[in-house]
């Protein structure tokens, strides 16, 4: 993976004698890409200890005493090296002379998103390899035993921060080794002798939920909070305190099995390959039997296949398989199919700062966060195609404006004579198609306002309209604030084969334009819901009166003097910045 992460600089390396650049020019090019190639070995300096962990065997994880022991002993050397690379390489980010000539030389332009990207994406990985000791040391288990909660999340019922609960797992860590494995169905977990809190307001009036339970525990969008009252009802219910809460989705399994093929499920008579894991995923075994009194069906198979996973992982690993996995985890964390908090401060102040905790993120200028909850009572989200537009303005006076336009279509292609908000009797793929219950919230900048939106009467078939004595007029809601962002609620509906567009106009907090004595500058930072798997995003920043745009970043799709415009899969939390110069008189 280190390899071939570095070989896409052979190109340029190859040319370089050749490209016709001053002397001046190439002393400015050359310090940075030879920053680089070191950090390159030193980084495959670090891969090095860790491969001799395996002394020919195979890396076992999770397998406890002297092994477990070794690969903190390992991680600790190796992130020693990281660390030494990750130093190197900030200190090229940071070199903006370098970027420059690369942007501005036509020779070299070709290479520019090669090479930034490659920095990019070597600085995170050995940020990561630095962190990894710590992290491994807390996990693990090493120092005392660790009890963590894992809940699985079903992105086809999307929700804050990621899916449905559909299941608790229950993991205790003892110097590498698991020593206590617990498996629950998530309305098992509920202890309904005891008194249980009320739930979220939306969640209330919207669902008439009377209770907050365990299933709906993940409300916030900031996952920190939200893996709090996870733990506290799962506290309540099951009488455990845990040390950490680590959620998982559907998508970060598939590239764990994928990794990991072939997985037999002797007792289902099923073995789980790349080929057929979407399919066992989402419709589970259509003949499947469970013989648990404890899990349904599904569950029960998915219950299984993490024990398999967890045996393989034990077993052994060859180097492919082990980097492939590491490299996994860092594409779960960093696109929100995994996300981690921990009770020990160190440890999750390591996670805050490399935005693995799922927080909702300080921005020094503009904010946007958009967060769909299912409340249909079904799964129907992968049927779902939504899209972001998001167009920025200003007056006179630096007064900002923010127009943002959410399109959701409806793929489903079952029938529906009317949509009703209901739980449906019938087999889990009955599930999947259907009309689409929706709860919005658009998280905003402090200091935010909302001006205008799309009027949206209250569904007839909700349960709201069919169960309350009077009509609810469901204009948009001014939500509880989480991290003090302006949060906007609105419920609707999308029936099937339709598509639906709301639109919210935003008066945008002040100092979001940033004005120097050249010129101005804004900065917005889009958080991407988890579990989602890319919306397409659009943004269009106009220059303020009198000013036109000098540069952008990251590279935008268009720009003309007086609008920006960028185009994106929101696939991870993503930082724009547009900087304005003044017009000449």
């Not at 890409?33 to 890396?59: F, K, M, N, P, R």
């Not at 090296?81 to 690369?102: I, P, S, Y």
């Not at 303020?544 to 990251?554: E, L, N, V």
Request: proline letters at 6%; charged letters at 25%.
């Amino acid at each position: 993976i280190w390899l071939s992460l570095l070989l896409p600089l052979e190109p340029l390396l190859q040319r370089m004698p050749f490209l016709p650049i001053t002397a001046g020019e190439g002393n400015r090019l050359i310090p940075g890409i030879a920053e680089v190639l070191q950090a390159g070995e030193e980084s495959l300096d670090g891969v090095q200890e860790l491969t001799a962990l395996s002394g020919g065997g195979g890396y076992k994880l999770l397998d406890g005493g002297e092994s477990s022991q070794k690969l903190v002993e390992a991680l600790e050397k190796a992130g020693a090296k990281f660390k030494a690379a990750n130093a190197r390489l900030e200190g090229v980010r940071k070199d903006t002379a370098f970027f420059e000539l690369l942007g501005r030389k036509p020779q070299l332009k070709q290479y520019k998103d090669t090479v930034t990207e490659l920095v990019n994406t070597m600085t995170e990985l050995t940020d990561m390899g630095s962190a990894a000791p710590e992290l491994a040391r807390e996990f693990l288990g090493m120092e005392q035993p660790r009890t963590y909660l894992v809940m699985p999340q079903n992105t086809y019922e999307i929700r804050a921060t990621g899916g449905f609960i559909s299941a608790a797992w229950l993991i205790t860590m003892d110097r590498g080794k698991i020593t206590n494995l617990v498996f629950h169905d998530s309305p098992a977990v509920d202890d309904l002798t005891r008194e249980y809190p009320p739930p979220p307001v939306a969640m209330f009036k919207y669902m008439q939920a009377g209770l907050w339970l365990f299933r709906d525990a993940n409300w916030y969008a900031d996952f920190p909070t939200t893996a709090k009252v996870a733990s506290s009802l799962y506290f309540l219910g099951q009488r455990v305190k845990v040390d950490g809460v680590i959620a998982i989705d559907d998508l970060f399994v598939r590239e764990v099995v994928t990794i990991l093929e072939p997985i037999p499920l002797e007792s289902f008579q099923e073995t789980v390959t790349k080929e057929n894991v979407v399919r066992i995923l989402e419709n589970g075994l259509a003949d499947l039997q469970s013989t648990s009194t404890e899990l349904a069906p599904r569950k029960l198979l998915l219950k299984v296949l993490f024990e398999k996973l967890l045996e393989k992982t034990r077993s052994g690993l060859d180097s492919k398989q082990a980097g492939q996995l590491l490299f996994a985890f860092y594409k779960g964390l960093k696109e929100k199919h995994m996300l981690l908090y921990v009770e020990s401060p160190s440890a999750a102040s390591l996670l805050a700062e490399r935005n693995w905790d799922g927080a909702l993120r300080p921005a020094p200028g503009d904010f946007l966060l958009v967060v769909d909850d299912n409340m249909g009572y079904d799964k129907v989200n992968h049927r779902i195609r939504q899209s972001l537009e998001y167009d920025v303005s200003w007056q006179e006076g630096n007064y900002g404006k923010g127009k943002l336009k959410i399109s959701y279509k409806n793929t489903s292609s079952v029938q529906v004579s009317e949509c009703v908000q209901q739980a449906r009797p019938g087999a889990y793929t009955t599930f999947t198609e259907g009309c689409y219950w929706d709860f919005l919230r658009v998280y905003a900048a402090e200091g935010s306002s909302l001006e205008q939106s799309t009027y949206i009467p209250l569904p007839r078939g909700s349960l709201l309209s069919r169960l309350a004595k009077q009509e609810d007029p469901n204009y948009p809601s001014k939500e509880v604030r989480e991290r003090n962002k302006t949060v906007i609620g609105q419920f609707f509906v999308v029936p099937v084969g339709e598509e639906k567009v709301l639109e919210f106009t935003f008066k945008l907090a002040p100092g979001s334009l940033s004005t120097t004595e050249g010129g101005a500058s804004y900065s917005l930072l889009v958080q991407k819901q988890p579990g989602t798997v890319g919306h397409p995003l659009v943004l269009r920043v106009h220059a303020p009166p009198g000013m036109h745009i000098r540069s952008a970043t990251p590279e935008a799709f268009q720009v003309t003097p007086d609008v920006v415009e960028f185009r994106r899969e929101l696939t991870e939390d993503t930082s724009f910045q547009v900087f304005f110069g003044k017009n000449r008189p």
